[in-house]
Antibody, heavy 120, light 109 residues
Framework: QVQLVQSGAEVKKPGASVKVSCKASGYTFASHSLHWVRQAPGQGLEWMGIIYPSTGGTAYAQGLQGRVTMTRDASTSTVYMEVNSLRYEDTAIYYC?????????????WGPGTLVTVSS | SSVLTQPPSVSVAPGKTARITCGGNDIGSKSVHWYQQRPGQAPVLVVYDDSDRPSGIPERFSGSNSGNTATLTISRVEAGDEADYYCQVWDGSSDHFYVFGPGTKVTVL
């Protein structure tokens, strides 16, 4: 079955960087784009960006450009999301989510989430 | 660019029908998707492309979309339906290509 397994919780200081991983299994890795969506405590969902596993191409939400980098390792079917220059407001649960095939624009499978806490 | 609106909360008695709206300018021209998020869990897709259901989602969940409003309808509401519900569209002209509504908390009385 389709699974997205994410790395564990992180605690970082302001100004530091964090890198979260998401390992996909149960389907052809190159066939679906993968996204990162975050959720601050008690808040709604915010789309952060997309990576195309077949090419490594990416696109990011405008407000996060320059601080977020998404990469992939096709040999292990894993995508990574790194946030630099962390701020207190980056404290959130970070989800990876698979987009259904064919540019359908919806997320048919989500990872369990990774809590990132920014604290001094 | 798309700005989506949802009521912050909806309360419904067990066995009754809950309707959750998602407002947006000409949203009827877009495909709207809906997610359920139970406390402490990741979101789950419950309706896609306005009115289609993924396998495993009960028929009690249905959707419609026209004009400036999309609606998620939950029939014969059960206690397990208590959750936050988010609508979502794709908008290439937005700062965030994939846009979520602010969410609606459904409370089962």
């Amino acid at each position: 079955q389709v699974q997205l397994v994410q790395s564990g919780a992180e605690v970082k200081k302001p100004g530091a960087s964090v890198k979260v991983s998401c390992k996909a299994s149960g389907y052809t890795f190159a066939s679906h784009s993968l996204h990162w969506v975050r959720q601050a405590p008690g808040q709604g969902l915010e789309w952060m960006g997309i990576i195309y596993p077949s090419t490594g191409g990416t696109a990011y939400a405008q407000g996060l450009q320059g601080r977020v980098t998404m990469t992939r390792d096709a040999s292990t079917s894993t995508v990574y999301m790194e946030v630099n220059s962390l701020r207190y407001e980056d404290t959130a649960i970070y989800y990876c989510a698979r987009e259904s095939q064919g540019g359908t624009s919806y997320f048919d499978k989500w990872g369990p989430g990774t809590l990132v806490t920014v604290s001094s | 660019s798309s700005v989506l609106t949802q009521p912050p909360s909806v309360s419904v008695a067990p066995g009754k029908t809950a309707r959750i709206t998602c407002g947006g300018n000409d949203i009827g021209s877009k495909s709207v998707h809906w997610y359920q998020q139970r406390p402490g869990q990741a979101p789950v897709l419950v309706v896609y492309d306005d009115s289609d259901r993924p396998s495993g989602i009960p028929e009690r969940f249905s959707g419609s979309n026209s004009g400036n409003t999309a609606t998620l309808t939950i029939s014969r509401v059960e206690a397990g339906d208590e959750a936050d519900y988010y609508c979502q569209v794709w908008d290439g002209s937005s700062d965030h290509f994939y846009v979520f509504g602010p969410g609606t908390k459904v409370t089962v009385l």
